[in-house]
């Protein structure tokens, strides 16, 4: 009698229903865009003289999910799966109610259309200006629906204090972040031997989730959270992925003592400057220049805040929501065209089908609006158009004008 060989049931299915081995049902999955070229991005954000990161699609992950619905068909969020699951510290946190979800200030009126409805949500105290000295310990990286980047939930080491701040992309759970807008502490002024050391100093502060006055932070470093005012907490770059360059530190001294050497002029001879200029290049030494993400340059006081790195969650800007009601959910209104109204509730309503009524674009209070209203340059308002007069009668009524 042959003896048969025993079947392996690895590759079969079996119809029953209460086996273990059968596959999990997944409603999500992942995506890379992009993911099998290498990226080309450069940027480390351990390192502190990083440069800024590359504006293309490689290396994005996205999550996709199975459309059962069709909500969710063209549902599209990144990965963060680094985020705290659990609810944030509830003494660091004020309910978000009244007049403001609907978009209107004190005395009730609509400041702010299309704001409406959503979520309940907490709104979570930020410090934005972190005066507090001393190493932090990160404890972890938290959602926050009143912002688009993350925030990180930091703990003192000195009082064991809790608070939030702005995390910057790259930054987890472990992690110690400093402030030193209270000073330089004694033992880095000790390890300086006392002076001012501008390598040293820039080595030991300007690193990624750091909190530095703008005079500290060195030339060619990605900046986020960056102030206008000192004492005052951070106001540019807080949305997600969003970045600033430092550009310039002070009066170019340099530059015009090169100039005056190449021109061979003694000290003696040297032109004395005039009161205008005394005033420009002492502004200039008081502030800082700052690049900002759109190709802005801003002169920003030297002892305003700024934190080292870039704002966290810089896949944002590939979400789709999927549906219009995930936009109610998160306190977004319908927006309705002009067009679409009735002629009370807008200049361009009313009328029989697509027609504004032969009148020039308006907003919905009745001011001119787009054609260049208000942002034309002045030499170009109120200018006869002179058009040229056709040769002949002829070609005016062959259409040539």
């Known amino acids: 009698m042959l003896l048969q060989p025993r079947?392996?049931?690895?590759?079969?299915?079996?119809?029953?229903?209460?086996?273990?081995?059968?596959?999990?049902?997944?409603?999500?999955?992942?995506?890379?865009?992009?993911?099998?070229?290498?990226?080309?991005?450069?940027?480390?954000?351990?390192?502190?003289?990083?440069?800024?990161?590359?504006?293309?699609?490689?290396?994005?992950?996205?999550?996709?999910?199975?459309?059962?619905?069709?909500?969710?068909?063209?549902?599209?969020?990144?990965?963060?799966?680094?985020?705290?699951?659990?609810?944030?510290?509830?003494?660091?946190?004020?309910?978000?109610?009244?007049?403001?979800?609907?978009?209107?200030?004190?005395?009730?009126?609509?400041?702010?259309?299309?704001?409406?409805?959503?979520?309940?949500?907490?709104?979570?105290?930020?410090d934005f200006l972190r005066m507090a000295p001393g190493p932090h310990l990160v404890e972890r990286i938290e959602y926050d629906p009143g912002r688009t980047a993350h925030i990180a939930l930091v703990r003192s080491k000195e009082n064991k204090q809790l608070s939030y701040i702005l995390a910057p992309d790259g930054?987890?759970?472990?992690?110690?972040?400093?402030?030193?807008?209270?000073?330089?502490?004694?033992?880095?002024?000790?390890?300086?031997?006392?002076?001012?050391?501008?390598g040293v100093l820039a080595a030991r502060t300007a690193w990624r989730g750091n909190c530095l006055p703008l005079h500290m932070i060195p030339v060619g470093t990605s900046i986020f959270n960056v102030g206008l005012r000192p004492g005052k907490g951070g106001q540019l770059c807080r949305s997600a992925g969003t970045y600033a360059t430092v550009v310039a530190k002070g009066s170019d001294s340099r530059q015009q003592e090169i100039?005056?050497?190449?021109?061979?002029?003694?000290?003696?001879?040297?032109?004395?400057?005039s009161l205008r200029e005394r005033q420009k290049q002492e502004r200039l030494a008081q502030h800082i220049t700052v690049?900002?993400?759109?190709?802005?340059?801003?002169?920003?006081?030297?002892?305003?805040?700024?934190?080292?790195?870039?704002?966290?969650?810089?896949?944002?800007?590939?979400t789709q929501l999927g549906k219009a009601g995930r936009s109610r959910w998160l306190n977004i209104r319908p927006t309705v065209r002009g067009l679409a109204m009735n002629a009370m509730d807008h200049p361009h309503g009313g009328g029989r089908g697509k027609s504004k009524g032969n009148v020039d674009p308006k907003s919905p209070w009745g001011i001119p609006t787009k054609s260049g209203y208000k942002t034309r340059p002045k030499w170009k308002i109120n200018k006869a158009v002179v058009h040229p007069r056709p040769r002949n009668q002829g070609q005016r009524r062959r259409g040539y004008n």
């Open 7 to 126: 079947i392996a049931l690895r590759g079969i299915q079996l119809p029953f229903r209460c086996l273990p081995t059968l596959p999990v049902r997944r409603f999500a999955s992942t995506e890379a865009t992009a993911s099998d070229k290498p990226s080309t991005s450069t940027f480390d954000p351990s390192v502190t003289f990083a440069p800024p990161p590359t504006r293309d699609d490689s290396g994005v992950k996205l999550r996709t999910y199975i459309p059962r619905t069709p909500g969710v068909r063209h549902l599209r969020r990144p990965v963060n799966d680094h985020l705290f699951k659990g609810r944030p510290v509830h003494r660091l946190t004020f309910p978000k109610r009244g007049h403001a979800k609907g978009g209107r200030n004190n005395s009730g009126r609509v400041t702010v259309r299309h704001h409406g409805g959503g979520a309940k949500r907490r709104i979570r105290t930020v």
């Open 171 to 198: 930054m987890r759970a472990g992690e110690t972040v400093q402030s030193y807008m209270s000073g330089i502490p004694e033992d880095l002024w000790k390890s300086m031997g006392g002076t001012v050391d501008p």
């Open 259 to 273: 100039e005056a050497d190449s021109t061979g002029q003694p000290e003696i001879e040297k032109k004395s400057l």
């Open 291 to 318: 690049r900002l993400s759109s190709g802005e340059s801003r002169l920003i006081h030297k002892d305003c805040c700024a934190t080292i790195g870039i704002a966290s969650n810089p896949n944002y800007q590939y």
